[in-house]
Nanobody
Framework: QVQLVESGGGLVQPGGSLRLSCAAS????????MSWYRQAPGKERELVAT????????NYADSVKGRFTISRDNAKNTVHLQMNSLKPEDTAVYYC????????WGQGTQVTVSS
């Protein structure tokens, strides 16, 4: 089946940085538009960033534009999210998935931004 394994989350102070990674398998990764999503406790899952199949085009939510960078390595079936200048409101569980997403979601990786 489709597998999506997120990693790289952790606790970071406001203004800090984290780099998230997603290892994908079970589908044609190099032909798939990929996105990062996040979900804070008690809130709906939201789209954060999207990257085209070859990596030539990216799109970001206004709330993260200029701070986050999505990238991918099709040879390794991985997608990454570099997060800089982190804010407390970035605290959430972060997930990767196709865009539009599969019904299946990985375990996600927790990002906590706090002093």
């Amino acid at each position: 089946q489709v597998q999506l394994v997120e990693s790289g989350g952790g606790l970071v102070q406001p203004g800090g940085s984290l780099r998230l990674s997603c290892a994908a398998s079970g589908f044609s990764f190099s032909s798939s538009v990929m996105s990062w999503y996040r979900q804070a406790p008690g809130k709906e899952r939201e789209l954060v960033a999207t990257i085209s199949s070859a990596g030539g085009s990216t799109n970001y939510a206004d709330s993260v534009k200029g701070r986050f960078t999505i990238s991918r390595d099709n040879a390794k079936n991985t997608v990454h999210l570099q997060m800089n200048s982190l804010k407390p409101e970035d605290t959430a569980v972060y997930y990767c998935n196709r865009s539009p997403p599969w019904g299946h979601w990985g375990q996600g990786t927790q990002v906590t931004v706090s002093s």
